[in-house]
């Protein structure tokens, strides 16, 4: 035996006693196996790794092999078995008579398996690697006692499997069922039954879309789903096609259900794009605890507790109109009213106007209608909502009225969405417009009057402009007040309301003098109250507030200009 021969055997027998890991062994079958066309030599060469892994995984010894083999290739995501073919030295056909022990360890998940049209490719997940170098057989988790924030973890790797086309729709359906079974406590699964989505044994087509949908949003958070994210999850492509013209047409079980609306493009809805509504977001992801945008702050929201009662004087039409708004915003009246309009197939929303000059009492009426009838306010300040991002905006404005429906479905009463000082949102629209700025706006505009559509609640919006208003917003509107400067004696009224210990005829003198509005008969009773108590409580009479009066006017050359606030 010469020297050369003696250290191969040396090495063997080291390699022989030497304690063996699954990576090694792994290593050996592939060394022994290269050329061997699997025949009976090799399999009495490898007997020893062979059978290391077919104790420790409990595979056959072709699964040992295969297995081996694909793990010397788990760098290549698309394994086709000529590869292992050409390792062998053998035909392929002879690797796919043992497509039955191939087929085993995709079941266990050791090996996916990819499904083209054209071929069939395998790769070995990360995680079995990570098994086999701990020297650890790998087995699947089985998804129990999980989260829903876990649940669509998962979730997300059944839908990427189904992307990559290694699990056909019979296996998703599978994996979703056995996922579902295993966590059927969760309120999602709990929703997705309810809503006749998920059924024993199966899940209906439009329950697959809408699972597909949810996971998109979720893992995603992709609230704008095009068709194209899930037509290719369906077995056939007749049924993405039916579920595709149902919902362009809005005919879609989901959108009967309240589960799923159009997208917005440009503030109209666009009928190639949907999302989840607030409805599907707040019920069937409930556990989620979904910030619908953002919560409403406690700078939006107005408590009715908390508003200060005060009496208001309105002119005679004025008066009758805004007390049919009250009659109507009684909670009673309200879901009365509600009611036989949605009987009737009308809409059920509440769009109100509050136009006029400034002062005339318009946010104030507002308030005091939300006091009377129990009704908290949302309050939007659409100066703030403005973004300098072109494009922020318009998320702004969608996650307002997100906002806005989340608190009325949550509300036991209603509340009411208050646009104050919407001069600037409901003018009119910029014909071909260019810029960015003019683009955005028309956006934002657009975006409301779709949202003033389907508006469920009860929305006023005050202005003291309404010559420039676009025709849409008009339109949308059921309810336009106007409040008109005070008549005499309604400003006789609110002198004394203001300041009791005005006389009669003093405060009709002061009515017939001033044409003042509310706001600005306010203001003066203020300052003369701050007078008094920087002053010591000498109030002058009527002169002083006379003064007081005449530092409402701007004078110039003579000619009294009055001037709001």
Same mark, same amino acid.
């Not at 009426?365 to 072109?390: P, Y």
């Given at each position: 035996?010469?020297?050369?021969?003696?250290?191969?055997?040396?090495?063997?027998?080291?390699?022989?006693?030497?304690?063996?890991?699954? &990576?090694?062994?792994?290593?050996?079958?592939?060394?022994?196996?290269?050329?061997?066309?699997?025949?009976?030599?090799?399999?009495?060469?490898?007997?020893?790794?062979?059978?290391?892994?077919?104790?420790?995984?409990?595979?056959?010894?072709?699964?040992?092999?295969?297995?081996?083999?694909?793990?010397?290739?788990?760098?290549?995501?698309?394994?086709?078995?000529?590869?292992?073919?050409?390792?062998?030295?053998?035909?392929?056909?002879?690797?796919?008579?043992?497509?039955?022990?191939?087929?085993?360890?995709?079941?266990?998940? *050791?090996?996916?398996?990819?499904?083209?049209?054209?071929?069939?490719?395998?790769?070995?997940?990360?995680?079995?690697?990570?098994?086999?170098?701990?020297?650890?057989?790998?087995?699947?988790?089985?998804?129990?006692?999980?989260? #829903?924030? $876990?649940?669509?973890?998962?979730?997300? @790797?059944?839908?990427?499997?189904?992307?990559?086309?290694?699990?056909?729709?019979?296996?998703?359906?599978?994996?979703? &069922?056995?996922?579902?079974?295993?966590?059927?406590?969760?309120?999602?699964?709990?929703?997705?039954?309810?809503?006749?989505?998920?059924?024993?044994?199966?899940?209906?087509?439009?329950?697959?879309?809408?699972?597909?949908?949810?996971?998109?949003?979720?893992?995603? @958070?992709?609230?704008?789903?095009?068709? /194209?994210?899930?037509?290719?999850?369906?077995?056939?492509?007749?049924?993405?096609?039916?579920?595709?013209?149902?919902?362009? /047409?809005?005919?879609?079980?989901?959108?009967?259900?309240?589960?799923?609306?159009?997208?917005?493009?440009?503030?109209?809805?666009?009928?190639?794009?949907?999302?989840?509504?607030?409805?599907?977001? !707040?019920?069937?992801?409930?556990?989620?605890?979904?910030?619908?945008?953002?919560?409403?702050?406690?700078?939006?929201?107005?408590? /009715?507790?908390?508003?200060?009662?005060?009496?208001?004087?309105?002119?005679?039409? $004025?008066?009758?109109?805004?007390?049919?708004?009250?009659?109507?915003?009684?909670?009673?009246?309200?879901?009365?009213?509600?009611?036989?309009?949605?009987?009737?197939?009308?809409?059920?929303?509440?769009? #109100?106007?509050?136009?006029?000059?400034?002062?005339?009492?318009?946010?104030?009426?507002? &308030?005091? &209608?939300?006091?009377?009838?129990?009704?908290?306010?949302?309050?939007?300040?659409?100066?703030?909502?403005?973004?300098?991002?072109?494009?922020?905006?318009?998320?702004?404005?969608?996650?307002?009225?997100?906002?806005?429906?989340?608190?009325?479905?949550?509300?036991?009463?209603?509340?009411?969405?208050?646009?104050?000082?919407?001069?600037?949102?409901?003018?009119?629209?910029?014909?071909?417009?260019?810029?960015?700025?003019?683009?955005?706006?028309?956006?934002? !505009?657009?975006?409301?009057?779709?949202?003033?559509?389907?508006?469920?609640?009860?929305?006023?919006?005050?202005?003291?402009?309404?010559?420039?208003?676009?025709?849409?917003?008009?339109?949308?509107?059921?309810?336009?007040?106007?409040?008109?400067?005070? #008549?005499? $004696?309604?400003? #006789?009224?609110?002198?004394?309301?203001?300041?009791?210990?005005?006389?009669?005829?003093?405060?009709?003198?002061?009515?017939?003098?001033?044409?003042?509005?509310?706001? !600005?008969?306010?203001? *003066?009773?203020?300052?003369?109250?701050?007078?008094?108590?920087?002053?010591?409580?000498? @109030?002058?009479?009527?002169?002083?507030?006379?003064?007081?009066? @005449?530092?409402?006017? *701007?004078?110039?050359?003579?000619?009294?200009?009055?001037?709001?606030?």
């Amino acid at each position: 035996m010469n020297v050369k021969t003696e250290k191969k055997e040396a090495v063997k027998v080291v390699n022989k006693n030497e304690r063996l890991t699954l &990576l090694g062994a792994i290593e050996q079958i592939v060394e022994l196996s290269e050329g061997s066309n699997l025949s009976d030599d090799f399999y009495v060469k490898a007997k020893r790794y062979v059978n290391y892994v077919c104790r420790k995984l409990g595979v056959s010894k072709v699964q040992a092999v295969m297995l081996a083999l694909f793990v010397d290739n788990c760098n290549d995501y698309r394994i086709e078995l000529r590869q292992l073919a050409s390792h062998l030295g053998c035909r392929t056909v002879r690797i796919i008579k043992h497509g039955a022990e191939i087929d085993d360890l995709v079941r266990r998940k *050791i090996v996916c398996c990819r499904r083209d049209r054209d071929s069939v490719s395998y790769r070995v997940p990360p995680e079995v690697i990570e098994a086999f170098k701990r020297n650890e057989a790998y087995v699947a988790a089985e998804p129990k006692n999980l989260t #829903c924030d $876990e649940l669509f973890g998962v979730l997300e @790797d059944i839908f990427d499997s189904r992307e990559r086309e290694e699990l056909s729709y019979d296996d998703l359906m599978f994996e979703l &069922l056995t996922l579902f079974n295993n966590n059927s406590s969760l309120e999602f699964v709990r929703q997705l039954r309810r809503y006749g989505l998920l059924r024993d044994g199966s899940i209906t087509p439009v329950g697959m879309l809408f699972i597909c949908m949810a996971n998109i949003f979720v893992n995603n @958070d992709d609230d704008n789903i095009s068709p /194209h994210q899930f037509e290719d999850v369906f077995r056939v492509k007749s049924t993405a096609r039916r579920l595709k013209n149902e919902l362009s /047409h809005g005919e879609c079980e989901l959108q009967e259900k309240g589960l799923v609306e159009f997208a917005n493009d440009e503030g109209f809805a666009d009928r190639n794009a949907y999302r989840l509504t607030a409805k599907a977001k !707040q019920e069937v992801l409930a556990e989620l605890d979904i910030n619908l945008a953002k919560a409403v702050s406690s700078k939006e929201l107005i408590r /009715h507790g908390d508003i200060a009662g005060k009496q208001l004087f309105y002119n005679e039409r $004025e008066s009758r109109q805004v007390a049919r708004l009250a009659e109507l915003l009684d909670e009673n009246r309200y879901a009365e009213v509600r009611s036989r309009l949605k009987a009737a197939g009308m809409r059920t929303g509440f769009a #109100c106007l509050f136009y006029g000059a400034p002062g005339t009492g318009k946010t104030e009426t507002a &308030l005091q &209608l939300a006091k009377q009838t129990g009704r908290d306010i949302m309050q939007v300040n659409f100066a703030e909502m403005k973004s300098c991002w072109v494009g922020e905006s318009e998320k702004n404005v969608k996650a307002l009225f997100d906002r806005y429906r989340a608190l009325a479905d949550n509300a036991g009463v209603t509340p009411i969405l208050l646009f104050n000082e919407a001069d600037a949102l409901i003018g009119k629209r910029q014909e071909g417009a260019e810029r960015a700025v003019e683009k955005m706006e028309n956006t934002i !505009q657009n975006i409301i009057l779709q949202e003033m559509e389907k508006l469920d609640g009860i929305l006023i919006a005050t202005t003291n402009l309404t010559q420039n208003m676009d025709k849409a917003f008009e339109r949308r509107f059921l309810y336009k007040i106007e409040f008109c400067k005070p #008549c005499v $004696e309604a400003k #006789c009224a609110i002198w004394k309301a203001m300041m009791p210990e005005l006389g009669d005829a003093d405060a009709k003198e002061l009515a017939g003098e001033y044409d003042f509005s509310g706001g !600005q008969i306010e203001n *003066i009773a203020r300052k003369h109250t701050i007078s008094n108590i920087l002053y010591g409580g000498a @109030d002058g009479g009527l002169a002083a507030i006379t003064e007081l009066c @005449d530092e409402e006017l *701007i004078v110039k050359g003579g000619t009294k200009h009055k001037i709001g606030f």
